[in-house]
Nanobody
Framework: QVQLVESGGGLVQAGDSLRLSCAAS????????MGWFRQAPGKERAFVAA????????YYADSVKGRFTISRDNAKNTVYLQMNSLKPEDTAVYYC??????????????????????WGQGTQVTVSS
């Protein structure tokens, strides 16, 4: 069983920064790609960013490209989402997710929820204008 625990959310003003963390336990973290998704009230869960198991490949939603950075520390079993220049439209519950398969070929990352087998409980990010 894989457990993912997000932290770092909060209430900030537009233009501020936050760093989300997702601590993983239960399996070999370093073998699995990880993703961040978000869900705003009344909307479907949406892709934000993904990172390969090695950390060598990343991918971002257009809406966050240039403002958010995903990274991972395999020694700490943790994936991060650095969020800069936050906007009110970034307000959502942010979830981290772990890929269902280990050691996918380089560059293979997913922007839909289906390939991700494990999810955290989410952390709220609220950006005021």
């Amino acid at each position: 069983q894989v457990q993912l625990v997000e932290s770092g959310g909060g209430l900030v003003q537009a233009g501020d920064s936050l760093r989300l963390s997702c601590a993983a336990s239960g399996r070999t973290f370093s073998s699995y790609a990880m993703g961040w998704f978000r869900q705003a009230p009344g909307k479907e869960r949406a892709f934000v960013a993904a990172i390969s198991w090695s950390g060598g490949s990343t991918y971002y939603a257009d809406s966050v490209k240039g403002r958010f950075t995903i990274s991972r520390d395999n020694a700490k079993n943790t994936v991060y989402l650095q969020m800069n220049s936050l906007k009110p439209e970034d307000t959502a519950v942010y979830y981290c997710a772990a890929d269902s398969r280990a050691l996918r070929p380089f560059g293979v990352l997913f922007t839909t929820t289906d390939p991700y087998a494990y999810w955290g409980q989410g952390t709220q990010v609220t950006v005021s204008s």
